[in-house]
């Protein structure tokens, strides 16, 4: 492969200026010097570039911007309504009293809840970082909100809460990226995210330098996924210190009472039981609404009082109800005012009822179409969507896609149920979107529903994405270039495909759930044919858009009726997962070293061949087929000696010379845990049956076992006078067993730690263990070239195998209880039964192994980890 150094831009589809901080000789402003991260009150700076991108990583929405918007939305912040809960017994009580660690609020939809959260910030904030940086106590908050996937999971949360927390106290920057500089941004995203949060946050909660702090969470009923695992934690991490306090708010939730129920500290407060409070809080904020309406539309006295009166008579204390019937007067002439008031009944159902035969009555029927389409799009996508994004999805709206003041009047005409704030379109409350997607479902979609509406979604999204993508479709043209160093082009290129590109794939699964979307799924379909003509450039705007994921891939892989798109689905998710590091920091190393080191028969590779740049001359020889091989696991420094499937085959643990033990992601190959407390090599490892816990024995002559869901140390077990080299649970996980440079097995009693039975009776170093089926008995392999038959119960030798001339460095029961494994590695070959199946050249032999099922994992003294995936051939290996 020749590099002309001249020349290192990529052909040009199209000609523009670069969007880059640097390209060229000079300072790189992007790298270097103090970059101010957040300039919010924390004044956040980093000098390296790793903090910023850590944080970058882990920020999914700030806090604060989405406390604004929420008050904008619902028509400002007043103190007067929400002054009455911080005069609250319950109140001062959580706040005065070290027994009232949780404070919860909660009520029916529209009572407030969200604005009284909000007020409490603004009580709260005065004493702390988010307003004085002198000052000692932290505040962190979040605002769940179900109509956005972006906020509406306990991840998310999470990831809001420790966003804000650094912000104010930059050295609980160190828990993140402890982890973050070993999984990178797959930390955050994973299936093991939460995991990986919880340990991080629990971290930061124990931290011996946090003062008092205070955590709020709005509207927990619409965190939609793993809302108990979140409830769980509150009620965990509540009692970890006096110095933290959580104010949480809901609906009237029973699965949210029942789990927090088990906070022994905990205060509910009840709106409905408060009623006069909230009343009185009502009538304020029907008092400012009224006075404002009668100064914008130059009420008389009359007019006023009346509209005063028929919100007073019929708010029944919803805050809500009064917010939507003012935001109705609003366009409404003075001499029209008083009729109109009629119209406005009590109940927010029923004022959603009004709502829609307003929509119903427009006078032009096209309209009246539109709306009802903009609204079951709105009901359907799985995050707020801005102007820009709706034109795409909405056929009828491309002539209108660069008139602004007509989109705004389109959704306008959308009675009320929503809300623009900066170009983005929101769900003016939850209980909006709620009664569309059921009182009003068939008055809104078409006749197939809601899976009609994903089907549209998904097509429009294609055919978007088809005009949209192209290479280098930013121009930036520098083919090395990071991605903190790309900056958004203004109009951005991507503005109308962002949404498409990053949801298509979960339209088509929702609207495929009968199997039904065989036309768009078959060979030359339009999946197919969108795919094999935008692939690589809709990796490049994954990546541009810091989204890149083979979970999309790995879904639409399950539908597998037509060969040539599977087998297309196949290569590329094999190329995604191969080069997904590269291509998350180089978007443009997708045409460069992604394309040339792709195997020769590579089908993303073959059709894709055009767009590698001309300066590349010579490609190197490359591999003509995907390897067996499906993941390389790269982050240990030293020799990897053990490694272990969980039982669920859905990770790999391995522990190495370098003293640590880690846990990867079997799918994805991200690192999930880095597991440190030895103080010398880690020669065995493994998985409790349950897959819950970790084992791993060291030459430091300990024993340890770990949660392998928190990383938390559990136990460590010294007995051992020498180094231990080999690990393993028993069946039932109640025993664990270890064999050591001292000759002897040892079990020990997995919960408690105490040492049960010493094994004695080889007279050199034990490197194999194992356990029978039934836990009965335990075989063991030792230098001193026999294998040895235990019995489990007593520690009684049973026999002594003899035979071989070398150290035995592995031994294993077969399901059935003989000692004959299925599947194993011998001679450099991976054996089925007697028979040499697959061969294994010098660069894929290993010092360790670890088999699960039809899957090998091999670890190598360089400190990589190769995993191989096999078919059940029933022992018939033709070619």
Not at 203 to 211: G, M
Not at 217 to 223: K, M, P, Q
Not at 355 to 365: F, G, H, L, V
Not at 679 to 707: C, E, I, M, Y
Request: hydrophobic content about 40%; overall charge neutral; aromatic content about 8%.
């Amino acid at each position: 492969m020749t590099y002309d150094h001249r020349n290192t831009s990529l052909p040009q589809e199209e000609t523009g200026s670069a969007a880059q901080n640097h390209h060229g000789s000079g300072n790189n402003n992007a790298n270097t010097g103090r970059g101010a991260m957040h300039t919010g009150t924390g004044n956040l700076y980093y000098n390296e570039h790793s903090d910023r991108s850590c944080l970058q990583a882990l920020w999914i929405t700030d806090p604060r911007l989405d406390k604004k918007r929420i008050e904008n939305t619902k028509g400002g912040l007043l103190r007067d309504s929400y002054r009455w809960i911080v005069e609250h017994d319950d109140f001062c009580t959580w706040r005065n009293n070290e027994q009232g660690q949780v404070l919860w609020i909660k009520g029916d939809p529209g009572k407030g809840k969200a604005m009284l959260l909000c007020g409490i910030i603004d009580e709260i904030s005065a004493l702390t970082r988010l307003s004085d940086k002198n000052a000692t106590t932290l505040l962190s908050f979040f605002f769940c909100q179900a109509t956005d996937s972006r906020i509406n999971n306990a991840a998310a949360v999470l990831r809001g809460l420790i966003y804000l927390l650094i912000d104010q106290q930059p050295s609980l920057l160190s828990y993140v990226q402890q982890k973050y500089d070993h999984a990178g941004k797959a930390l955050f995203e994973d299936i093991n995210a939460w995991v990986a949060l919880s340990e991080i946050f629990t971290s930061i909660l124990q931290d011996p330098s946090l003062s008092s702090t205070y955590l709020i969470i709005d509207a927990l009923d619409e965190c939609v996924a793993d809302l108990s695992k979140l409830l769980d934690f509150i009620a965990q991490k509540s009692s970890i210190s006096p110095r933290i306090k959580w104010v949480i708010s809901s609906r009237h939730r029973p699965n949210i009472e029942e789990r927090l129920q088990r906070v022994g500290h905990n205060i509910g407060l009840c709106l409905e039981a408060n009623s006069e409070s909230v009343s009185a809080a009502v009538s304020t904020f029907i008092e400012y609404k009224t006075s404002h309406l009668a100064r914008e539309n130059r009420y008389d006295d009359k007019t006023r009082k009346a509209v005063l009166q028929h919100l007073v008579l019929n708010a029944d204390n919803t805050f809500l109800w009064v917010a939507l019937v003012c935001e109705n007067l609003k366009n409404v002439q003075r001499r029209k005012t008083l009729a109109k008031l009629n119209e406005f009944p009590a109940g927010l159902d029923s004022l959603y009822q009004q709502m829609i035969r307003q929509i119903n009555k427009i006078s032009d029927s096209d309209d009246v179409k539109l709306c009802k389409q903009i609204l079951a799009i709105m009901s359907t996508v799985y995050r707020p969507i801005t102007l820009t994004e709706l034109t795409s999805l909405v056929e009828t709206l491309k002539d209108v896609s660069d008139d602004y003041g007509a989109l705004v009047e389109i959704i306008g005409l959308c009675g009320s149920f929503l809300a623009l704030r900066e170009s983005t379109i929101y769900f003016i409350h939850q209980s909006a979107k709620d009664f569309l997607l059921s009182e009003a479902s068939k008055n809104i979609f078409p006749s197939g529903g809601i899976r009609d509406i994903h089907y549209t979604i998904f097509s429009r999204s294609l055919q978007i994405m088809s005009r949209t993508l192209r290479r280098d479709v930013y121009s930036l043209r520098a083919p090395g270039i990071s991605i903190d160093q790309v900056k958004r082009p203004d109009p951005d290129p991507l503005a109308t495909a962002r949404y498409s590109c990053l949801y298509w794939v979960n339209h088509l699964l929702d609207y495929n759930t009968r199997g039904i979307a065989d036309n768009d799924l078959k060979d030359g379909g339009s999946v197919h044919s969108m795919l094999c003509k935008s692939f690589l450039f809709w990796l490049e705007a994954l990546s541009l858009m810091k989204s890149l994921s083979n979970e999309k891939l790995i879904n639409i892989s399950k539908i597998d009726r037509s060969p040539k798109l599977h087998a297309f689905i196949y290569d590329a998710r094999r190329f995604a997962i191969y080069n997904r590091s590269i291509i998350e920091q180089a978007p443009l190393q997708s045409y460069c070293s992604a394309l040339i080191f792709s195997p020769e028969q590579s089908i993303v590779r073959i059709a894709f061949e055009k767009c590698i740049p001309t300066w590349i001359q010579r490609k190197t020889k490359v591999q003509t087929h995907w390897s067996a091989a499906l993941q390389t696991l790269e982050g240990h420094t030293d020799t990897v000696y053990s490694v272990a499937f969980s039982p669920n085959g859905k990770q790999v643990v391995s522990g190495s010379d370098d003293c640590t033990v880690r846990l990867w992601d079997a799918d994805t190959g991200a690192a999930l845990q880095t597991l440190v407390g030895h103080v010398n090599w880690v020669h065995s490892v493994a998985f409790s049956p349950n897959g819950k816990q970790v084992v791993s024995g060291s030459s430091d002559r300990t024993v340890r076992l770990w949660d392998a869901d928190t990383g938390a140390a559990l136990q460590a077990l010294e007995v051992h006078t020498g180094a231990i080299y080999s690990m393993v649970f028993s069946p039932n996980g109640k025993q664990v067993i270890s064999g050591s440079y001292d000759h002897t097995v040892q079990l020990w009693d997995a919960d408690t730690g105490a040492a049960l039975q010493t094994l004695e009776g080889h007279t050199d170093k034990v490197y194999s263990l194992a356990f029978s089926p039934n836990g009965k008995q335990v075989v063991s392999g030792s230098s001193d070239h026999t294998v040895r038959l235990w019995d489990a119960d007593i520690g009684a030798a049973l026999q002594t195998l003899e035979g071989h001339t070398d150290t035995v460095y592995s031994v294993a029961f077969s399901p059935d209880g003989k000692l004959l494994p299925t599947l194993l590695i011998s001679n450099h070959w991976v054996v089925e039964g007697n028979t040499n199946i697959f061969w294994l050249p010098p660069d894929y032999r290993s010092n360790c192994i670890a088999i699960s099922k039809r899957n090998v994992v091999l670890g190598q003294p360089s400190g990589r980890v190769f995993c191989l995936g096999f078919t059940k051939t029933s022992l018939n290996y033709n070619i």
